[in-house]
């Protein structure tokens, strides 16, 4: 289930976001292994539409990654994702301080075509044996 959203500066090649989009796959599918349904949207902000630290457009729009996620991954997974997260968007653009914002929820709180992930007695299984074996 994750549903992640990387805000990034524009101009990145088809190619590199390919590859770019497959590294944070690869980590988050490895921390969320079920079912298989990871979303990236990437976000390009010129840099007249971004203002850090009160300038608009006056360096390189610093990135940042916001993940909502189901709650239960172990520590040590969560790091070595985080890991791979990074190592993708490093890859990819060379642009300082690199934030990850992760927002967890209980499966109670996620809904699918209407109905709670709580209520689907096969997802909640999936995800206690996945979490489980960490």
């Given amino acids: 289930m994750p549903i992640t959203y990387l805000d990034v500066p524009p101009g990145l ?3 590199a976001k390919r590859r770019l989009v497959r590294g944070i796959y690869d980590a988050l599918h490895e921390a969320y292994p079920f079912p298989d349904d990871v979303r990236i949207f990437l976000r390009e902000w ?8 009160g300038k608009l457009g006056s360096e390189p729009a610093r990135p940042v ?4 996620v189901p709650e239960g991954v172990n520590i040590d ?4 994702m985080l890991k791979g997260i990074n190592a993708a968007v490093a890859e990819a653009y060379d642009l300082p301080k690199f ?5 967890e929820y209980p499966l109670d709180l996620v809904s699918l075509d209407g ?3 709580a209520d689907n007695q096969q ?3 999936a995800q206690r044996k996945v979490y489980a074996s960490d």
């Fill in 65 to 68: 990654f916001m993940m909502h």
């Fill in 99 to 103: 934030m990850i914002f992760m927002q």
């Fill in 13 to 15: 090649a088809v190619e």
């Fill in 123 to 125: 997802r909640v299984e």
């Fill in 115 to 117: 109905g709670l992930h």
């Fill in 46 to 53: 010129p840099a007249d539409c971004v203002s850090q630290d």
């Fill in 77 to 80: 997974a969560k790091r070595r």
